[in-house]
């Protein structure tokens, strides 16, 4: 099946800091998505994004369909952005790969 | 903005029972899919439901597990004879063409 490969695994930051998390999948995808998991283990939705850029706040997303990845980027950011970040992908089948994560943290 | 809803959040079983786990997909929706969290692990995909039917299932998704859509609204996962390693994050998801939409999950504790 299709792979799934989340940079950096880990990332402590100090609050105003920006950040960029990248996820490289290993086949072409019908969709990608972007979640954050807060604290209580609730899964948010970021961004749908399987190609082209989209802009939501301080937080925006690249998907380059061609070379097979997708950057996550996080400006001026806030202990609130703390939490794990996941990409998933869905390639010819229905349910989402998810990758391992990365697991940010915002130092006041 | 309309939600998946899942109950209950938190589920406490002896091993060795059967429990359900319940959700209510977004109403306009027509796929809907289970996925389990074991803590501190990425999301695994179990199971897609589309049109009263199953349409993928992954390795995990073994005769222990079954989904039901039992009326218009609800979408239930079965776990029969509960292990220790069952215990995790369920996660309901729901979406017609493009994102899925997930709830805010139950925790199953298998004591």
């Known amino acids: 099946g299709i792979q799934v490969e989340q940079s950096p695994p880990d990332l402590i930051l100090q609050e105003g800091a920006n950040s960029t998390l990248r996820c490289n999948f290993s086949?072409?995808?019908?969709?990608l998505q972007w979640f954050h998991q807060n604290p209580w283990g609730q899964l948010i939705n970021l961004f749908y994004i399987p190609s082209g850029t989209k802009q939501n706040g301080r937080l925006s997303a690249t998907t380059v369909a061609t070379e097979r990845y997708s950057l996550l980027y996080i400006s001026s950011s806030q202990t609130t952005d703390s939490g794990v970040y996941f990409c998933a992908v869905e390639g010819g089948a229905d349910g989402l790969t998810f990758g391992k994560g990365t697991h940010l943290i915002i130092q006041p | 903005e309309p939600e998946v809803t899942q109950t209950p959040s938190h589920q406490v079983t002896q091993m060795g029972q059967e429990v359900i786990l319940r959700c209510v997909p977004i109403s306009n929706h027509l796929y809907f899919y289970w996925y389990r969290q074991i803590l501190g692990q990425k999301v695994e995909f179990l199971v897609s439901?589309?049109?009263?039917?199953?349409?993928?299932k992954s390795e995990i998704f073994d005769d222990q597990f079954s989904v039901e859509r039992p009326d218009g609204s609800n979408f239930t996962l079965k776990i029969r004879s509960t292990k220790l390693e069952d215990s995790a994050m369920y996660f309901c998801a729901s979406s017609e063409v493009g994102p899925q939409h997930f709830g805010d999950g139950t925790r199953l504790s298998i004591l």
């Open positions: 086949d072409s995808v019908n969709n």
């Open positions: 439901f589309y049109n009263n039917e199953i349409s993928e």
